[in-house]
């Protein structure tokens, strides 16, 4: 998603050299916006800060992985964020702050995108990835009109207990693989 989101701010940044804020498109300007307030709320983070000991629910068997990263998809699916990102709270030991950033972000982007890759129409499976034995990715297409989102998720175990570790969307449907 950093690429992607890097990717957008050069191109923008060479779209706005080329003329001044009056006469660049409206959309430009909505994205650039919505790039510098993600920049700062990402630099709003403090990287340094132990995790937040907060009450999990607790994942013990690796079976139940695939249902609860289900349940999450399926509710992107439906353009339901605010749902799925609960979700991925109950289960992880990211703060609640960082979910919703990253919550507020996804938001922002696909709003952005949407005439591009069109409504959402559903979801599917696509793989399964045990890296380790602590380690397990499971990774996801949300059906767009136009074109699949890719989705991932990364649950770890360190002890006895399952919780997501990480998850991205993009549109790099080569990193599949």
């Not at 510098?36 to 340094?48: A, C, G, P, R, V």
């Not at 950033?101 to 045990?130: M, P, S």
């Not at 996801?140 to 997501?164: M, R, T």
Request: proline share 2%; glycine share 2%.
């Amino acid at each position: 998603m950093v690429k992607f989101i890097l990717l957008i701010c050069f191109s923008l940044f060479f779209l706005s050299c080329n003329s001044n804020e009056e006469q660049m498109p409206e959309g430009n300007k909505k994205l650039i916006k919505a790039i510098e307030q993600l920049q700062k709320n990402k630099d709003s983070i403090d990287y340094t800060r132990p995790v937040e000991n907060k009450n999990i629910i607790i994942i013990k068997r690796e079976t139940e992985l695939k249902d609860i990263a289900n349940k999450i998809v399926d509710y992107i699916s439906k353009n339901n964020f605010d749902k799925a990102f609960d979700i991925i709270k109950q289960y992880s030991y990211i703060p609640n702050k960082e979910i919703d950033i990253v919550l507020k972000g996804t938001k922002e982007q696909l709003n952005l995108i949407k005439n591009r890759f069109g409504k959402f129409k559903g979801y599917e499976f696509v793989k399964e990835d045990k890296i380790g034995k602590s380690l397990i990715e499971l990774t996801y297409i949300v059906k767009c009109e136009h074109y699949p989102l890719v989705w991932k998720f990364f649950f770890y175990k360190a002890e006895d207990n399952w919780a997501i570790a990480k998850y991205n969307w993009n549109d790099k449907i080569e990193s599949i693989k």
